[in-house]
T-cell receptor, first 117, second 115 residues
Framework: AQKITQTQPGMFVQEKEAVTLDCTYD???????LFWYKQPSSGEMIFLIY??????QNATEGRYSLNFQKARKSANLVISASQLGDSAMYFC??????????????FGEGTQLTVNP | DAGVIQSPRHEVTEMGQEVTLRCKPI?????LFWYRQTMMRGLELLIY????????DSGMPEDRFSAKMPNASFSTLKIQPSEPRDSAVYFC?????????????FGSGTRLTVV
């Protein structure tokens, strides 16, 4: 079974500063993928970044980067130069590659990020 | 690319009524997923299809829920009879592949309120 844990229900950051959103995971799959999604107050789910478990480098997408520490089973999202528009709920998710878990995307509880002006 | 299209965006119905939610996945995506989001339980996978075939419906709450995918471009999630505890946002998502790094594209969701 796969499990994603986000221990920060809420986070606050000043505009233009960097913020790290924590995510730890547990899985028995030898290969897996880790995702981050953003859900603004309008409700849509927006894909941000993906990290494969065998990727050598940490993923980056613009102001988003994923701090992947495989031995610690953590996949923290780093947002640099925060903007007011970054205020949203952020979800960490995992997808396995074997068996029936190979398709399901398992989500964490989410972290509500508020960017202060 | 129009993205994943869900309808209706909002649905308000009375307890006991049948509710049908609809989803059109992205063309060429062969995996389709139905999720439910509530404050109490977060995002839960209800069921997913691969090549129109239901693969795992273990997340379907009970027999009142049913889902179909008659072809590659259309899926429905039906609740009959509906109950107030079914009130939630229901998301449909599609993916181009069953495994690996292919992410999901989510629809805008259907906000269901059962009164």
């Amino acid at each position: 079974a796969q499990k994603i844990t986000q221990t920060q229900p809420g986070m606050f950051v000043q505009e233009k500063e960097a913020v790290t959103l924590d995510c730890t995971y547990d899985t028995s799959d030898p290969s897996y993928g880790l995702f981050w999604y953003k859900q603004p107050s309008s409700g849509e789910m927006i894909f941000l970044i993906y990290q494969g478990s065998y990727d050598q480098q940490n993923a980056t997408e613009g102001r988003y980067s994923l701090n992947f520490q495989k031995a610690r089973k953590s996949a923290n999202l780093v947002i640099s130069a925060s903007q007011l528009g970054d205020s949203a709920m952020y979800f960490c998710a995992m997808r396995g590659v074997q068996g029936t878990s190979g398709s399901r995307l398992t989500f964490g509880e989410g972290t509500q990020l508020t960017v202060n002006p | 690319d129009a993205g994943v299209i869900q309808s209706p965006r909002h649905e308000v119905t009375e307890m006991g009524q049948e509710v049908t939610l609809r989803c059109k996945p992205i063309s060429g995506h062969n995996s389709l997923f139905w999720y439910r989001q509530t404050m109490m339980r977060g995002l839960e996978l209800l069921i997913y299809f691969n090549n129109n075939v239901p693969i795992d419906d273990s997340g379907m709450p009970e027999d009142r829920f049913s889902a179909k995918m008659p072809n590659a471009s259309f899926s429905t999630l039906k609740i009959q009879p509906s109950e107030p505890r079914d009130s939630a946002v229901y998301f449909c998502a599609s993916s181009p592949g069953q495994r690996g790094g292919n992410g999901y594209t989510f629809g805008s969701g259907t906000r269901l309120t059962v009164v």
